[in-house]
Structures are given as C-alpha cells and as structure tokens.
C-alpha cells in the first residue's frame, strides 16, 4: 500500500510542478470538456478557512498521521485490503496537498470540469480526485465487509 502511496505523491509532485512552472493561460482539453486553468487553493476543500492556513496546517497534518496510523495498523488485517486500498489512495492524494502546503503556502489545484458555471469555479487537482476515490473505495470495503 505505501507503493500507491509514494507513486501517487511523485506523480502529483511532478504535474503539479510542471503546472506551476508552464501553465499560464487556460487550456480545453478532451474535446472542451476538461479546463486546464492553474488556481492556488490556500485553504481546504473550495477553499474553505483560506484565511487560516496556520490552522489549516496543523488540521491537516493531524488528520494525515491520524490516518497513517490507522492503515499502519490495518496493515496486517487480510480481510481489509480493499479499505487499506481506499486508505492508501486518501493518503496518496493528502500527502501530496499537504506537500504543497509547506512548500508553496497553499495547495497547487490545475482542472476543473468545462460544463455548468458552478462546476468551472472548481478547481481540482489529481490528489483531490485520488482522495475521492480512496472514499468511495472505502465505503464500498465496509458496505461488503464479512459480517454485515
């Protein structure tokens, strides 16, 4: 699981970076359905509390190793790989955002969806999409999960 982790933190890195250093205008991209326009995000999910980014540090740093340890301690639990999967992908993309936040100050956010004028103002990056899925993944572990 710490694989995922680690490819989803190095991929991040390495768009992020190129999206800060390159992208200057908007793009559409996949048939206009997809704008590529970059946003810096110095608060938390559409950037709530940006006015607070000490405190949102010191949440989300907490709430990171809170879940570390929980998978650390799944890590031996065979019947919980599809949540250790779901965990792995939120660690993945919130290390990544947590990442941006020591080094830039605030998280690098480069997409949203061209459809809709309240989903244009969304801006995305792909740790936000890996920390979603790795919810729904997680959801679904504990809808199946032996005994319910």
Do not use: P
Not at 116 to 123: D, E
Request: with cysteine; aromatic share 12%.
């Amino acid at each position: 699981m710490f694989y995922i982790i680690a490819a989803i933190i190095i991929l991040e890195l390495i768009i992020k970076r190129h999206m800060e250093e390159n992208l200057e205008k908007e793009h559409l991209i996949l048939k206009d359905k997809i704008l590529l326009n970059k946003f810096h995000n110095k608060g938390i999910a559409l950037s709530y509390f940006s006015k607070y980014t000490k405190y949102v540090k010191i949440l989300t740093t907490t709430v990171i190793g809170a879940l570390l340890i929980l998978l650390c301690w799944l890590m031996h639990k065979k019947e919980s790989r599809l949540f250790q999967l779901g965990m792995a992908l939120i660690l993945g993309g919130a290390l990544s955002n947590m990442i941006d936040r020591y080094q830039y100050g605030y998280v690098v956010d480069y997409f949203s969806f061209n459809f809709g004028k309240k989903l244009k103002k969304i801006v995305f990056n792909l740790a936000d999409m890996f920390i979603m899925l790795g919810g729904a993944v997680c959801i679904i572990a504990q809808l199946f999960k032996k005994g319910n």
